[in-house]
């Protein structure tokens, strides 16, 4: 079973950026993998995604402020986040498409405003 390692997270003000990280016991290779996010009392969502090939896709609420990338060599997926805001604060963590490896600890994000 892959598992899952976050980091990046932490205290930010408004308008700053931040680097996650998400780095697998196993190979990411063939996976479309997501970045989710879930603040306290809100369901699970997903932000991010990005194929084998390196396709992205992106919720409306961070297009144009938040990049998934990937390294398969470092099995490592990436989300860079710039221009935050109070409402991307929330624990992040990523998995694959359908979520079928076992969540992560995740890594919480604070926007301060």
């Known amino acids: 079973q892959v598992q899952l390692v976050e980091s990046g997270g932490g205290l930010v003000q408004a308008g700053g950026s931040l680097r996650l990280s998400c780095t697998a016991s196993?190979?990411?290779?063939?996976?479309?993998m997501g970045w989710y996010r879930q603040s306290p009392g809100k369901q699970r969502e997903l932000v991010a995604t990005i194929t084998s090939g390196g396709s992205t896709n992106y919720a409306d609420s961070v297009k144009g402020r938040f990049t998934i990338s990937r390294d398969n060599a470092k099995k490592t997926v990436y989300l860079q986040m710039n221009s935050l805001q109070p409402e991307d604060t929330a624990a992040y963590y990523c998995?694959?498409?359908?979520?079928?490896?076992?969540w992560g600890q995740g890594t919480q994000v604070t926007v301060s405003s």
């Open positions: 998995n694959t498409r359908s979520g079928g490896f076992k």
């Open positions: 196993g190979s990411l290779s063939i996976f479309v």
